[in-house]
């Protein structure tokens, strides 16, 4: 009872935000609302099945120049774009895992298959006139409901906050079918998995494409919010490291872990580049941003959810008194959060 009525005030508290606060705040929430989306993307193939991915990109790019190619060159509307975006993203993701999973490439290597993905989309991208070449496209601003396009930000508030809610709501179905148990099994161990009967390389590829989808539903988002896109700011890879930082954070296979690390991250990161830009020390938040990176290493290896998880848990259940056993494993020692 506890439980529901906590997470029901805080998402009141959410719809009616906007209505609360000034406009910069709102846009630091959308951007809030955002990367916890992309992150939630990316945990379902990198924490729940292990195989980590640095060329997210590919699929955010993906995602941004199908749905504004197709709205301009042919007047869709970026709703329907968006999912055709997706689809052919997941198609990529596809065939980027076929080429990854099937001669069994793992860690490092895998890693570095993503990456070539991404430069490389980024590379065609900037050859292409039809979609901009290096100068990007440039989105005209004709605000209606079909356009995707709004006066104001509280729209794009809703639209992220509703991208948020249903990664969210996703993720915890894939958590408790068979298919979530099968990605679990695939990270904790690929080996001990298949012998028990685990078809690695079907659920690896489902992963995949999933989360190639989703992500190219965060890229259309992104390109209807800021009315452009450029090869570098969607293919290249700072919006991919990115979209990995949160979940990172706020911990990898876990529910709300990107969603915590974007709420911690992102306002830190716009406040800290605001503040600084002023203060004419351009720069000097990224290494802020790179300080606290190595402190979340350091001292917070399985994320921030692990070591708030256990006593919010005590809270909302009711129970105040946390017994020894339970204050010592409530870094879960060294399991991962699933």
């Known amino acids: 009872m506890r439980r529901c009525l906590f997470f029901s005030a805080i998402f009141l508290i959410l719809l009616t935000l906007p209505f609360l606060v000034s406009h910069y705040v709102v846009?630091?929430?959308?951007?809030?609302?955002?990367?916890?989306?992309?992150?939630?993307?990316?945990?379902?193939?990198?924490?729940?099945?292990?195989?980590?991915?640095?060329g997210h990109g590919i699929f955010l790019g993906i995602g941004a120049y199908t749905t504004a190619y197709l709205f301009l060159s042919f007047g869709i509307t970026p709703w329907l774009g968006m999912l055709i975006g997706g689809l052919i993203a997941?198609?990529?993701?596809?065939?980027?895992?076929?080429?990854?999973?099937?001669f069994g490439l793992r860690g490092i290597y895998f890693v570095l298959l993503t990456i070539a993905f991404a430069e490389?989309?980024?590379?065609i991208t900037l050859h292409i006139k039809a979609l901009g070449s290096f100068t990007g496209l440039f989105i005209p601003f004709k605000p209606s409901f079909l356009n995707f396009q709004f006066r104001g930000n509280i729209p794009y508030y809703y639209i992220a906050f509703a991208l948020m809610i249903f990664s969210l709501a996703l993720v915890r179905i894939i958590e408790r079918s068979r298919l979530g148990r099968y990605f679990i099994a695939i990270r904790e161990d690929e080996d001990a998995?298949?012998?028990?009967?685990?078809?690695s390389f079907r659920y690896k590829m489902i992963s995949?494409?999933?989360?190639?989808?989703?992500?190219?539903?965060?890229?259309?988002?992104?390109?209807?919010?800021?009315?452009?896109?450029?090869?570098?700011?969607?293919?290249?890879?700072i919006p991919s490291i990115e979209i990995i930082l949160r979940p990172i954070v706020g911990?990898?296979?876990?529910?709300?872990?990107?969603?915590?690390?974007?709420?911690?991250?992102?306002?830190?990161?716009?406040?800290?580049?605001t503040y600084f830009a002023k203060g004419g020390y351009e720069g000097l938040h990224l290494i802020i941003y790179g300080f606290l990176m190595i402190l979340v290493v350091l001292f917070l290896p399985q994320g921030i959810i692990s070591y708030i998880e256990k006593p919010l848990k005590s809270l909302l259940n009711g129970d105040h008194r946390v017994r020894r056993s339970e204050a010592e494993d409530a870094s879960f020692g060294d399991k991962r959060p699933s």
């Not at 997941?90 to 099937?102: E, Q, T």
């Not at 998995?193 to 078809?199: C, I, N, Q, R, S």
């Open 90 to 102: 997941a198609a990529v993701g596809l065939f980027m895992g076929f080429l990854g999973f099937r």
């Open 193 to 199: 998995a298949e012998a028990l009967g685990v078809h």
């Open 27 to 54: 846009g630091i929430f959308i951007l809030i609302f955002y990367y916890a989306y992309l992150g939630q993307c990316w945990n379902v193939l990198t924490g729940y099945t292990g195989y980590i991915s640095l």
């Open 208 to 237: 995949l494409a999933i989360s190639g989808f989703l992500t190219a539903l965060g890229g259309a988002f992104y390109t209807n919010y800021i009315y452009y896109i450029h090869p570098n700011t969607v293919f290249g890879i």
């Open 251 to 273: 911990g990898m296979g876990t529910l709300f872990g990107p969603v915590v690390g974007s709420f911690v991250l992102t306002p830190l990161a716009e406040f800290s580049r």
């Open 120 to 123: 490389l989309g980024r590379i």
